[in-house]
Structures are given as structure tokens and as C-alpha cells.
């Protein structure tokens, strides 16, 4: 007995450190905001991703007697289904008749002053996967303006970021605010939806932020160091944990022609071009999630990223190896295979839709003079993906300090 207890101690002793208790997210810690919502009209924004238990937030809150009258649905829509950037029009959920009021109706994400008019609370209650491109916090932001506006109180939910280890990547640059960037954070800011609210507030970064009455519900059992593999696919095309991990270092094909899997039952965990040279060769198709997905129908060659070890993605943070190596094989060349219409480009590599998703006009400019081209090598590769990164690590620090009082678990 005494031999096996030791085995067991030693089997303990080495398993990872980020193995910690089940997390408890916001939505299960009913006791703490039921009283909140009591004899209150509530609105909650959420989508598939919102559940408690078993079943979805929407039908906790009801079968606990809270009275909701709206429902906000953001990108992808209430049941996440739609592609990324389809325009999703307002509707009624069918299981409860409550009215959902699309804010990505590709007409306007500020709700009407007879929404506004129908709930006393707002629910934020969804689950982001940390990154300053995922829309989900800029809906919540959009939000929280209305209510700061309208007097509404504001309740988030909080849930774990599945990259909150990790802070990378440049300062967005107030001139790149966009759809897809709207606060000066970092690419990976590591912080849950509840933090960057607190910081949303704390910072000003509101249009009446002193006048927000903010409440979180924390997790329970969660550290940003944590690996909290998310039960519920976030959007659909980051089908698993190696596409969440990845996201953060693809995303930037996005101003591109290559194409990273949508399309594919590997999205954002694959990357390629009909140019390109590489081991591994798919061809992407229309698909519910991916509908005209960049080199739809065309045979593309490049390489599969799915089996690299979860450790190793992580501990590279944002990775723009991948960027360059296609950057390599593809500048300069004419491509038959342009992401949005299929007719031939003699564009450059990376559209003006980089600097959005990156924040920053530099990385560009340190790519163009990097001297990277069709015969460098992985290590040339490596090197001025290395530079690059270490440009923007004083940002990154600097931001670290910046967010440290509103952070509400330990790193």
C-alpha cells in the first residue's frame, strides 16, 4: 500500500501545474447576481457558447425567475452559426419568443431607443478566445456605451480566456480602429471579458464610463495560467484548442490571398496557396461557416499546423513564421487564386487590412526591409520573426503595468 501511495504522490508530482480544480464560470455562481436581477427586465447578450451547466444561460436565468426581455446577439449570430463577417438580421428565438436584436446587421451596432427602453439590466454572458480581432469584446463594448448612455447597469458573467497566459503583439494605433480593433491593447491581451470591462471603465475608455454601474461575476478556480479547454466551439472556424492556439498567429491571412482552412475540417490549423510549395496539399470548399472561402474549389499546397504540441504554440505567443515563410514563396508573384473573386492580383502580399488586424504600421515596414525572399532560409525565417517580436515587447510590458489593477485573478 505504501508503494502505491508513493507511485500516486509521484504521478501528481508530475503532471503540469496548470491542472487545477474544474473552473466555475459566472454563469454557475447563481447566488452571487440572482439578487441583482430580482424584479428587474433583463437583456443578455451571449450566443451558443453561453452555458450554465447543461443547458444555455438563457434558460438558467428564466428557470430561476429572472424576467428577459431582449436578447443581443453578436458576430456569427445567437446560435453561432453564420460566417465571419455575415451580416445577421434581428429575429425571435424560437425555444422562448424573446426578441433578439442583431448588432452584426451590417446596418448599425447601436441599439434603438425602444431596445434600450425594454430591459433595466444588461447580461454579458459569452465566451472569448482573447485576441484584439475576435469581435465578441467590441459588441460588449458597443454595449456598454448604450447602457452608460441609457442608465443601465451592466453584469458580466466572466469566463476563462483560453490565451489568458499570454500578452503579445503591438499597441493597436488609434488610426486602425476598426471592426476588428477598438482599444489600444495588445493582439493578446490575457485578460477574461470581466477584466478588460473593469479596464474599459477604469481607464475611460467609455463615452460616460463614470457613469457605468459595472458588476462581475468571477470564475471560480481559475488562474491565467489555467488550461481551460472550452467545452463549446467559440465560432466555427475554431472548431478545437489547436485553432484557438493558433488563431492569434494566422489571423494575419486574413489580409491575404493564402488561405488557413476555412472551407476545410482543419480551419486555423492549416495554411496555403495554389502557389505555393509545401507538404501538405487541400482544397477548400463552400461550407455552412465558410461561405466563398479564400482559394474556394482551387487545389492549395502549404502546410499543415495540427499536431504541433499545444505547449510549443503557447510558449511562442504570436508566431509570424508562418506569415513570412508564405511571404517567401508568394511577394511579388501574380496570384490565380484571389481570396474574394477568383481573378488574377499583382496586389502586394499583404492587403491594407494587415495593419488592422496587426495595429501598426511597423511590422509592414520591418517585413519589406527584412530582405526575406524566395530563397531564404527557416532560420532567416525564425531570425526576423524573433526581431519583429522583440519590437514590440516594450508595448507589451508597458500594457502589463497598465492592466495589472483591474485583473481579478492571479497570473
Not at 475540417?265 to 507538404?279: A, C, E, Q, V
Not at 474549389?297 to 508564405?326: F, K, M, T, V, W
Amino acid at each position: 500500500m505504501n508503494l502505491r501511495l508513493l507511485l500516486i504522490a509521484c504521478l501528481l508530482f508530475l503532471l503540469p501545474a496548470t491542472i487545477v480544480a474544474r473552473v466555475v464560470t459566472g454563469s454557475e455562481r447563481t447566488p452571487l447576481y440572482l439578487p441583482l436581477l430580482e424584479g428587474k427586465r433583463v437583456a443578455l447578450m451571449s450566443n451558443h457558447t453561453g452555458i450554465t451547466g447543461s443547458i444555455h444561460t438563457l434558460d438558467h436565468l428564466i428557470e430561476n425567475g429572472v424576467d428577459v426581455t431582449t436578447i443581443f446577439s453578436p458576430e456569427h449570430g445567437f446560435r453561432g452559426t453564420a460566417s465571419a463577417g455575415e451580416h445577421v438580421g434581428s429575429s425571435v428565438d424560437p425555444e422562448t419568443g424573446i426578441p433578439i436584436a442583431s448588432l452584426y446587421d451590417g446596418k448599425t451596432r447601436t441599439p434603438s431607443q425602444a431596445t434600450m427602453d425594454s430591459f433595466d439590466v444588461l447580461v454579458v454572458d459569452i465566451q472569448d478566445v482573447g485576441t484584439r480581432f475576435y469581435t465578441y469584446y467590441i459588441t460588449m463594448l458597443d454595449l456598454m456605451n448604450a447602457s452608460a448612455r441609457h442608465g443601465k447597469q451592466v453584469v458580466i458573467f466572466d469566463r476563462p480566456n483560453p490565451n489568458g497566459m499570454t500578452v503579445d503583439g503591438p499597441i493597436l494605433r488609434p488610426e486602425y480602429h476598426s471592426g476588428v480593433g477598438r482599444l489600444p491593447i495588445p493582439v493578446m491581451h490575457g485578460m477574461t471579458l470581466g477584466e478588460l470591462a473593469q479596464m474599459i471603465v477604469g481607464e475611460g475608455w467609455l463615452d460616460n464610463a463614470a457613469t457605468l454601474d459595472l458588476t462581475v461575476i468571477p470564475c471560480e478556480g481559475y488562474t491565467h495560467s489555467t488550461r481551460y479547454e472550452l467545452p463549446v466551439p467559440p465560432s466555427p472556424n475554431l472548431p478545437d484548442m489547436t485553432a484557438i492556439y493558433l488563431y492569434p498567429s494566422l489571423c494575419y491571412f486574413e489580409a491575404t490571398d493564402v488561405s488557413i482552412g476555412r472551407g476545410t475540417d482543419r480551419p486555423f490549423t492549416i495554411y496555403g496557396h495554389p502557389l505555393m510549395k509545401g507538404p501538405y496539399s487541400f482544397t477548400p470548399h463552400n461550407k455552412p461557416g465558410a461561405v466563398n472561402p479564400p482559394c474556394r474549389d482551387r487545389l492549395c499546397h502549404g502546410y499543415d499546423l495540427s499536431s504541433l504540441p499545444h505547449d510549443s504554440i503557447i510558449a511562442a505567443g504570436i508566431n509570424l513564421e508562418y506569415l513570412l515563410r508564405a511571404y517567401c514563396q508568394l511577394k511579388g508573384r501574380t496570384s490565380d487564386a484571389s481570396s474574394k473573386s477568383g481573378k488574377a492580383s499583382t496586389g502586394p502580399f499583404l492587403t491594407k487590412f494587415f495593419e488592422k488586424l496587426i495595429g501598426s504600421p511597423e511590422v509592414r515596414r520591418q517585413i519589406a526591409a527584412s530582405g526575406l525572399n524566395a530563397s531564404s532560409t527557416d532560420k532567416d525565417i525564425a531570425d526576423v520573426a524573433r526581431s519583429i517580436s522583440r519590437s514590440w515587447q516594450g508595448e507589451v510590458e508597458s500594457f502589463r503595468r497598465q492592466r495589472a489593477p483591474y485583473l481579478l485573478y492571479a497570473e
